[in-house]
């Protein structure tokens, strides 16, 4: 259990009273991060309730998505998500203009984008892969990030002010053995939390709550897979992502249906190119599991 400082404890019943009845309610996230070390959860929400920037750090298929929607849940607050490596131009942030029709006039309509929602409703910006970003996004995402909170809107000409309550949480696909680097200015506007792979008797909880397999000697075994293939990651024999609670939630799930070695083939090893890195796979995985 998380003991929240006062600052945290205010701003979840204030923002949760706020956005009660708040018509983008479905936004809210739906929780179910599992640390392993609370501090990555209570820091990231002290940061958030002093009005900071959230940089969530960490190798892919860590739970940084799942922290984000927790950090959602815990304020009732909406959030609104952009991935930099999809929505690359400034009108997926920002939004666009469209021609509807009104009593039979054709009026050019203003639809906001993520960005400018969350800014004006004073909800949350998740902005996923943002070391993705291009360099002509990355001044739409510093007016944000900056302590003005302000952006003028080259498609209305206006100067969006945030509302106090508006939050932003970013993710960095940085891993173990490290990735596109963050743009040095864009990461000093962040408070940083690093979010690694769970493992032990939390990555079992995650398993368990999260897969269908109930056999906990099952889960025990592939618990014990993630150490090693993590070691393996650590020590640069194996890529990152071989190590991912995604894939190893994908195992387990087909694990329920098929032999685990043929699950762990599929989830794990085929995702992988390199022929020597598929191999030390296998051969961990045969260590746990039989044929
Ligand atoms: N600590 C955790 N607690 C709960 N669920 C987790 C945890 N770690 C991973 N998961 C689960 O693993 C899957 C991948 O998590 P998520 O999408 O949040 O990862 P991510 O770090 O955002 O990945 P990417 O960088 O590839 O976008 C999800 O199903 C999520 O529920």
């Known amino acids: ?13 204030t923002r949760t009273e706020q956005f009660r009845h708040d018509p983008d309610r479905a936004l ?25 920037n959230v940089l969530l750090k960490g190798p892919t298929g860590s739970g940084k998505t799942r922290l ?16 930099c490596s999809v929505d690359l131009d400034a009108e997926a942030l920002l939004g666009f203009k469209t021609i509807v029709h009104q009593n039979g006039q ?9 960005v400018i929602q969350a800014m004006t409703k004073g909800h949350l910006l998740y902005i996923d892969e943002i070391n993705m970003a ?6 739409i995402l510093n007016g944000v990030l900056d302590y003005r909170r302000r952006l003028t809107n080259p498609l209305t000409g206006e100067v969006v002010q945030a509302k106090p309550t508006f939050g932003v949480i970013a993710a960095v696909n940085e891993g173990y053995i490290g990735t596109v680097p963050l743009n040095e200015a864009l990461k000093n506007r962040f ?5 690694p792979y769970v493992q032990g008797a939390t990555l079992k909880s995650v398993l368990l709550a999260q897969t269908t397999v109930t056999d906990e000697a099952l889960i025990d075994r592939f618990v014990a897979l993630s150490a090693d293939l993590l070691t393996q990651v650590r020590n640069g024999q194996i890529a990152e992502e071989a190590a991912s609670v995604r894939a190893l939630l994908d195992a387990c799930d087909l694990a329920a249906y098929m032999p685990p070695l043929r699950a ?8 992988l190119d390199d022929e020597r890195e598929r191999a030390a796979v296998r051969n961990i995985a045969e260590t746990w599991f039989e044929e």
């Open 68 to 83: 984000a929607e927790t950090l959602s849940a815990l304020f009732g607050q909406p959030m609104h998500s952009i991935n």
């Open 134 to 139: 291009k360099p002509e996004t990355l001044p």
């Open 28 to 52: 809210i996230g739906s929780g179910g991060y599992t640390a392993d070390d609370e501090a990555i959860v209570h820091d990231a929400a002290v940061a958030l309730a002093l009005g900071k």
């Open 264 to 271: 762990i083939e599929r989830s794990i090893v085929d995702k």
């Open 106 to 114: 054709a009026v050019i309509e203003y639809v906001p984008g993520p």
């Open 191 to 195: 408070v940083v939390i690093d979010v």
């Open 1 to 13: 259990m998380i003991t929240w400082p006062p600052v945290v404890v205010k701003a979840i019943e």
